[in-house]
């Protein structure tokens, strides 16, 4: 495939040919100027100055954090960040991708913790040093209050620090700006860990399930599937009742031989 | 990049017909699904995985004769990247009793188990551990987890339909059975799934589910029990040892036929080193980076297929590659966002697919093949109700402003904050604009032979995730795979570690067995100057390439 297609202009996501006419604008990757494609984001962009990515591109589509970019306007004191795969570059952008921060990531055991402030205060201690400058979520990518979780934390809610990070796809942008030289995303997983495993209410649907499997309660019902020649498998998976799309938690089934 | 004019101008015609079909859906008066004899001809006629000259036969190999995809067979007829004969496979840089080859969450779960299991692990990955398709998975997880109305038997009918009837029935079975012991692992390792008040998991339907069994964590599911596991794998430093940015380019077995670790290619450093491991395990993932077909795709930086390569070159068969999934629902507008995952959830929710016209076309929830061959179907000339984009292409619309009107303003934004806030990124609100949808390349439903204990044909290999071929059958269904990996990564890294126990390595290291496959390419005619496995695609710009007068590319790579 590589030596056949060698040559050929793919626009990235698609490998289609790319066509049309471009309007090409100048952007500096790390002070060096390159004319590129408007409509591109910053990633693609790179790739099109010349750049083949190895670090700070994993997902190209906003979740894995492997792309964080600052970037400088001329016209501005400002640094602003972003994620590359999610930013379209703009005429005369500065920027520079960090796409490994040494943010501090402590070493527990999950199942020694006990869901409090303080086991979080003793894991990451540097929280309380927090100046309340709120540079993190002028930071995030993904519009998350960071410093309203790291205020959380202080206050020892495991419960809130969870349910603010949620969307944190962990790129490491708020901490390369922090003055207080926080792990914010790393002391973030572990109150959602915590919250996951400790304060949210367990499934208890889940573990009488698990109970009736470990007693072998669905072996036979699935052996007659395994032999049933195709015909009657069909016949099975035609006839089998659809749950309603709008029903409830609580419907059941006409047919309750097999649950 | 806002919707542009022409744009506006038919959204202005979904929104006409958008409070009827409301009414319907509350209703439940869904659109007719294909009987099943219909969805073959649909198939047959429109789906991208029969139409002609879109295959060719394997000329080598343990397959040989096998007809799949170009862009695959093109990986599998190809020179390895390195010459045997130059590496010194008596240097061992890294001895371990379990290699991990792949940080995606079969990766990971696998280096778990095995750690667990008293395994000394080394897990070795391409780019960062957790870039992989895992990470990028929003939907959900299936598993028969609601007493009085699911169980395993329902859900093993339902992945066998999807699956055309003819999946491993072994591997389906263990899939439906460890799924909610799978849920509970992961909710005992702290992964924040959605809940009801009491605790119950909240479910939704998918593509093809009988029951309600998609369990989820917001639209970032992948994501979640991603982070988690690798949070937890590296919560365990002393017994796991992560190695980034080392890609495997070649198994290494001995000379009596066993499988005893891999070479590796360090991507920054650009040197090879050797692992040589009591027993390994590759959960390599996917192949959407090949663009098989052209098609845009919805996979990670990274998903080029290697393990396919590597696994083949060492004798392991390849089952059910002939298709490939297309997820229906990837993004075609912005531009930005091409190619995209526009989770199936949105139909899951409520929202209807519609045409040009604004009219519906398709039961939303068929499964993935039947439901992409409908949509390609609306958009050829054929039919012709495709929407026009500004790049040339054509899609259908995603309604999902009609989930807001069934189920409360807000929950777009409360159900699915990721693409919310990504399509706030380019001032689209799709809580009040529909999203522009067509199939993407998303899922390699086939891959390496395992059985229900992972283990692959050479003694000492094993095999989970999106890698291996067989549990999902011809075509997978959404929310199977991130249990598919889960469960069988899980399955690899506990019977690795027992392999390791009982078996030890005997006779010498040896690569003969690129030598052989070199040989058999040869003898096959395949004159090529391919290199496998590919690593990255090639996106750089060749108008820059031809101006690079001293750099060597190998493939791909620089
Ligand atoms: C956008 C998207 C959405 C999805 N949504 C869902 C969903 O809702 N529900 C569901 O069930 N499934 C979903 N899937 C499918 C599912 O996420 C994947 O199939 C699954 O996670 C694959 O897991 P894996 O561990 O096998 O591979 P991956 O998670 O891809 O991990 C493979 C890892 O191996 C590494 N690797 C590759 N080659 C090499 C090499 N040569 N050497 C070393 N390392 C290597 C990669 O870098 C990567 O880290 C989705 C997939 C995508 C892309
Ligand atoms: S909280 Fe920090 S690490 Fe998380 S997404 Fe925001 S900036 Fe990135
Ligand atoms: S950047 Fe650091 S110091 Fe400033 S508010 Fe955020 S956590 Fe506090
Ligand atoms: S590459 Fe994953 S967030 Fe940008």
């Known amino acids: ?259 | 990049m806002p919707y542009t004019a022409e744009l506006k101008k038919l959204i202005k015609i979904v929104e006409k017909t958008r409070p009827a079909r409301v009414e319907r859906k509350k209703k439940g008066q869904e659109f007719p699904t294909i009987p099943l004899d219909e969805r073959e001809k649909i198939l047959k006629k429109y789906h991208p995985d029969f139409k002609s000259g879109s295959r060719r036969k394997i000329r080598v190999g343990p397959n040989k004769g096998y007809a799949i995809s170009h862009e695959v067979v093109d990986i599998l007829e190809a020179r390895s990247r390195v010459d045997p004969n130059k590496i010194d496979l008596s240097r061992v840089d890294y001895q371990t009793d379990i290699l991990i080859i792949g940080g995606g969450g079969a990766g990971a779960a696998a280096a778990l188990l095995a750690q667990q299991h008293g395994a000394k692990v080394l897990l070795a990955t391409k780019l960062r551990l957790g870039d992989a398709n895992t990470m990028m998975a929003e939907g959900g997880i299936q598993a028969a987890t609601k007493r009085g109305k699911d169980s395993p038997y329902y859900h093993y009918l339902d992945v066998m339909g999807g699956g055309h009837f003819v999946n491993d029935p072994k591997l389906v079975k263990t899939l439906v059975l460890e799924a909610p012991k799978v849920m509970g692992w992961l909710e005992d390792l702290g992964a924040m799934f959605s809940k009801l008040p009491d605790g119950t998991l909240k479910t939704m339907h998918g593509g093809g589910t009988s029951r309600k069994r998609m369990h989820y964590a917001g639209d970032i599911t992948g994501a979640e029990i991603m982070r988690t596991l690798r949070d937890e794998v590296k919560n365990r430093p002393t017994d796991i040892k992560v190695l980034e940015f080392s890609t495997a380019i070649e198994l290494i077995l001995t000379d009596q036929g066993q499988c005893a670790g891999a070479l590796f290619y360090n991507l920054e450093t650009e040197e090879y080193f050797v692992v040589k491991a009591k027993a390994t395990v590759l959960a390599t993932g996917g192949s959407g980076r090949l663009h098989i077909q052209d098609f845009m795709t919805t996979n990670h930086y990274g998903a080029t297929g290697d393990g396919l390569v590597l696994g083949y070159r060492a004798g392991v068969k390849l089952k059910f590659l002939h298709t490939v999934q297309y997820h229906p629902t990837g993004a075609v507008f912005p531009e930005q966002a091409e190619g995209l995952l526009i989770t199936e959830k949105f139909r899951g929710a409520g929202a209807n697919l519609v045409n040009v016209d604004a009219e519906q076309f398709v039961y939303e929830r068929e499964p993935r093949d039947v439901e992409a061959a409908a949509i390609i179907r609306e958009c050829s000339p054929d039919v012709g109700k495709g929407v026009p984009t500004p790049t040339g292409k054509f899609g259908v619309w995603l309604d999902s402003p009609m989930i807001d009107m069934l189920r409360g303003p807000g929950t777009v934004r409360s159900e699915f904050p990721g693409k919310d806030i990504l399509f706030r990124r380019y001032d689209i609100d799709i809580s009040q604009e529909p999203m522009l949808v067509h199939p993407t390349l998303h899922y390699q439903n086939g891959g390496l032979e395992i059985n229900e204990r992972c283990e692959t044909s050479l003694p000492g290999l094993f095999a989970a995730g999106e890698v291996s071929g067989g549990v999902h059958g011809e075509n997978r269904l959404m929310g199977n795979s991130l249990l598919d990996v889960t469960t069988f990564g899980r399955i690899a890294g506990l019977n690795a570690t027992l392999y390791a126990k009982r078996k030890s390595l005997k006779g010498k290291l040896t690569l003969d067995h690129v030598r052989k496959y070199h040989r058999a390419l040869a003898r096959a005619g395949v004159k090529t100057d391919r290199i496998a496995p590919m690593i990255l695609p090639d996106y750089s710009n060749p108008e820059v390439r031809k101006k690079q007068l001293t750099t060597q590319y190998q493939g791909t790579l620089r």
């Not at chain 1, 002028?138 to 206050?155: G, H, L, N, Q, T």
Request: proline share 5%.
């Open chain 1, 1 to 259: 495939m590589v030596a056949q297609r060698k040559g050929k202009k793919r626009t990235e996501q698609t490998g289609k040919q790319s066509e049309g006419k471009k309007n090409l604008v100048p952007i500096f990757i790390m002070g060096q100027k390159y004319m590129v494609p408007d409509s591109l984001t910053i990633q693609k962009a790179m790739e099109y100055a010349g750049y083949q990515l190895v670090r700070g591109c994993g997902c190209r589509g906003g979740i894995c954090g492997a792309c964080g970019t600052v970037f400088r306007m001329p016209d501005s004191y400002r640094v602003e960040v972003g994620l590359a795969c999610q930013t379209v570059v703009k005429p005369n952008m500065y920027l520079a991708q960090i796409p490994f921060f040494p943010a501090n990531k402590a070493i527990y055991d999950i199942e020694k913790l006990s869901p409090t402030g303080e086991v979080v205060a003793k894991l990451y201690p540097e929280v309380f040093k927090c100046v309340g400058c709120n540079v993190c979520t002028k930071s995030c990518p993904m519009d998350i209050d960071v410093m309203e979780y790291v205020a959380r934390a202080i206050r020892g809610d495991v419960a809130g620090v969870a349910e603010l990070s949620f969307d944190c796809v962990m790129c490491g942008l708020c901490a390369a700006r922090c003055p207080a030289e926080e792990a914010q995303y790393n002391f973030a997983i572990l109150c959602r860990r915590l919250y996951g495993k400790y304060l949210a209410p367990r499934a208890k649907h889940l573990a009488e399930r698990i109970r009736e499997i470990e007693e072998n309660r669905f072996e036979q019902s699935l052996q007659t599937l395994m032999d049933a020649d195709e015909k009657t498998l069909k016949e099975l998976y035609k006839q089998r009742e659809i749950e309603p799309i709008m029903a409830e938690e609580d419907w059941t089934p006409e047919d309750n031989s097999f649950v």
